[in-house]
């Protein structure tokens, strides 16, 4: 590899992939926009950290997808497994697969920007799209386990194209394994007991089908203690939507008798009630599509729901431009390289403690739940508290430069001791002192 203060390495993937630029980076995997050498195209190439089964599992499924190149699902190019060569970083044989770039984003973030929901007509739209694609997968025994708003991209045209595989399963018997999206999450994903993850799907789809049409969720967390969750446990029809028609009302939302009957049954804490796609895709809520298209007014929908994403394209190009940074700052604390957030960042001078709940900034005293990689915050925190105070820092030092201290309580709750892919939940204290 090249010295650094010299010329640059050309970076690249298995030889034959030259890498742009880094897009993101996650717990598992970085994401770079690459070409092929002698193309001109470009493409995103996800680059896996480490092996493990569910790697294997993530490729074996992109591996089969690629054989049908679905409309509605991200086109895998290739998977692969070859040297990766970076700047300043030592070369490794890592897992690779090569997908279209698709540079427009995720939905969630279209909804996040236009601080709202699409409607029941343009989501219904485009939630049949997505509905195709799940029911695609689903024929071939693929069950995605983490559908939402954020793992579906837009092409160039705005077809919503289904991504993040990581978490996906062949349904060859039922599932156990604790995974997904916390708050999204069905009940009965639990670490213990096993569970159909058809079913799981659905109930996905339901939290992302309110989200898409309100720009709210349909509840905070699937548990007991939730508010709503609990007229939902109870079967409470009634009860559900009056309490979540407050919210609506306050903007200025009306949800029709067919939305509630579809998200209801969805949604259901039964998973045996819940609908299959089929049945999803046939229920009276959609009729107003078929309608549509009779009246061949179906065109001129699809091109408003084009010409809304296009006009929150710019704004979510700098939303992700942000995203992006945040993330690939906080990746920089991997092995050989250094930590990703500096000191001045993180601790200013001459602050008093101040006791609110706040969003993660330092400036504050922070209480906050919610998983963190460690490989993002904590380690390189715990690094910098050793550093500096040793291993018993309850007391700090009047002569050291950095002013605080960290508690660290282990969460009780026992699903979350079940999970390779989520650490266990944490409640940090930082404290700044003047």
């Not at 030889?15 to 630029?21: H, N, P």
């Not at 939902?232 to 067919?258: H, P």
């Not at 919610?370 to 690094?383: I, T």
Request: charged share 35%.
């Amino acid at each position: 590899m090249e010295e650094v203060g010299k010329h640059k390495t050309e970076e690249k993937i298995d030889s034959k992939y030259i890498i742009k630029e880094k897009l993101g980076s996650g717990g598992q995997a970085n994401v770079f926009l690459v070409t092929k050498k002698g193309e001109d195209k470009e493409y995103a190439a996800k680059v896996f950290k480490k092996d493990g089964d569910s790697i294997d599992i993530e490729i074996k499924i992109l591996d089969e997808l690629k054989k049908y190149n679905n409309q509605y699902i991200i086109k895998i190019i290739e998977t692969g497994k070859g040297e990766v060569v970076r700047n300043n970083r030592e070369t490794k044989i890592m897992k690779y697969f090569i997908m279209e770039n698709y540079p427009n984003g995720n939905i969630f973030d279209y909804i996040y920007c236009k601080k709202g929901g699409l409607g029941e007509l343009h989501s219904k739209i485009l939630f049949q799209k997505i509905l195709k694609g799940i029911e695609f997968c689903h024929e071939h025994n693929i069950c995605h386990r983490d559908i939402k708003l954020e793992n579906i991209l837009l092409d160039d045209k705005y077809i919503p194209k289904i991504c993040d595989f990581g978490l996906s399963s062949f349904k060859t018997e039922d599932d156990v394994d604790y995974g997904g999206t916390k708050q999204y999450k069905p009940p009965e994903i639990n670490g213990k007991n096993k569970y159909d993850c058809i079913k799981v799907d659905i109930f996905y789809l339901a939290s992302a089908l309110m989200i898409l049409t309100t720009g709210l969720p349909g509840f905070l967390k699937p548990k007991e203690k939730d508010y709503f969750f609990t007229e939902i446990i109870n079967e409470d029809f009634d009860s559900y939507w009056t309490k979540v028609d407050v919210q609506m009302d306050a903007r200025g939302i009306k949800l029709s008798k067919e939305f509630k009957d579809l998200y209801f049954k969805m949604i259901s804490i039964k998973p045996e009630k819940r609908p299959n796609i089929q049945k999803i895709l046939n229920d009276p809520w959609f009729k107003e599509i078929d309608d549509l298209k009779n009246k061949k007014s179906f065109d001129k929908c699809e091109n408003e729901i084009c010409e809304l994403f296009s006009s929150l394209r710019e704004e979510v190009k700098n939303f992700n431009k942000k995203k992006m940074e945040t993330n690939n700052k906080k990746s920089e604390c991997a092995a050989n390289n250094n930590r990703s957030i500096s000191e001045e960042s993180i601790f200013s001078p001459n602050i008093k403690p101040t006791y609110i709940n706040t969003p993660l900034n330092v400036n504050n005293c922070i209480n906050i739940k919610g998983y963190l990689n460690p490989v993002y915050f904590m380690n390189d925190l715990y690094k910098m508290i050793s550093d500096n105070f040793g291993d018993d820092y309850s007391l700090i030092p009047d002569d050291k430069n950095l002013k605080f201290k960290i508690n660290l309580t282990e969460d009780t709750d026992d699903e979350n001791k079940n999970s390779d892919n989520e650490i266990l939940k944490l409640s940090i204290l930082v404290k700044l002192y003047k």
